[in-house]
């Protein structure tokens, strides 16, 4: 098993443009999850998905769009890239309901926007 | 402000020492996790205890959980150079699904 991929590691941005952070994972997992990680701030939350049709909002979900067409795959959009988002986004799955387990990490991306 | 905080926000010990952190949250939860992260890497899940649950041992980690105070503490005993990393603690709450919510993190550093 691959657990959760995420692609692509790195990416630079220039403002305003868009891209799209891909995540797959192929647990089967029913709960799928987006963080961005900036110094000293910890994990934060942007959108996530308790299943595929399902998705809902975070901590910080301005900026960035989601969607859950597949229970494998969990893409996040950036519609128009801010140095504001200039970040490490790291992308989780676990089992569906009162599974009490952990979250798997993928690797993370880089993003750097200019 | 986050869900989860941990305190302190930076350790450094010596090699052999015991190292605890702490972590206080907000609201209700269904559970409580740690992870570790080591510099330039994704989260790795070391424990979780459930709400109904005091408190949990893994190997050289201890965890407690006090709901009445909402908090929770990690202990790592006899810590190793190795254990050099960041730790968080992240809590699932209940709002209809299941989401889970990130501390700021502590950095422990070992000295060998």
């Known amino acids: 098993n691959a657990g959760v991929t995420q692609t692509p590691k790195f990416q630079v941005l220039k403002t305003g443009q868009s891209m799209t952070l891909q995540c797959a994972q192929d647990?089967?997992?029913?709960?799928m999850s987006w963080y961005r990680q900036d110094p000293g701030m910890g994990l934060r939350l942007i959108h996530y998905?308790?299943?595929?049709?399902?998705?809902d909002q975070g901590e910080v979900p301005n900026g960035y769009n989601v969607s859950r067409s597949t229970t494998e795959d969990f893409p996040l959009r950036l519609l128009s890239a801010a140095p504001s988002q200039t970040s490490v986004y790291f992308c989780?799955?676990?089992?569906?309901?009162?599974?009490?387990?952990?979250?798997?990490f993928g690797d993370g991306t880089r993003l750097s926007i200019l | 402000s986050q869900q989860g905080e941990e305190d302190p926000q930076a350790l450094s010990i010596q090699e052999g020492e015991n190292a605890t952190m702490n972590c206080s949250y907000k609201?209700?939860?269904?559970?409580l996790q740690w992870y570790r992260q080591n510099s330039g890497r994704g989260l790795v899940h070391l424990i979780l205890?459930?709400?109904?649950?005091r408190e949990k041992h893994s190997g050289r980690l201890r965890v407690t959980l006090d709901t009445s105070k909402k908090s929770s503490s990690l202990l790592i005993t006899a810590s190793r150079a190795a254990d050099t990393a960041s730790y968080f603690c992240?809590?699932?709450?209940?709002?209809?699904?299941?989401?889970?919510?990130f501390g700021a993190g502590t950095r422990l550093f070992v000295k060998a």
């Open positions: 989780a799955s676990r089992p569906g309901g009162r599974s009490n387990q952990p979250q798997h």
């Open positions: 647990m089967n997992h029913e709960y």
């Open positions: 998905s308790v299943g595929a049709g399902i998705t």
């Open positions: 609201t209700s939860i269904n559970n």
């Open positions: 205890i459930r709400s109904n649950e």
């Open positions: 992240a809590t699932e709450i209940n709002t209809g699904g299941f989401k889970t919510i």
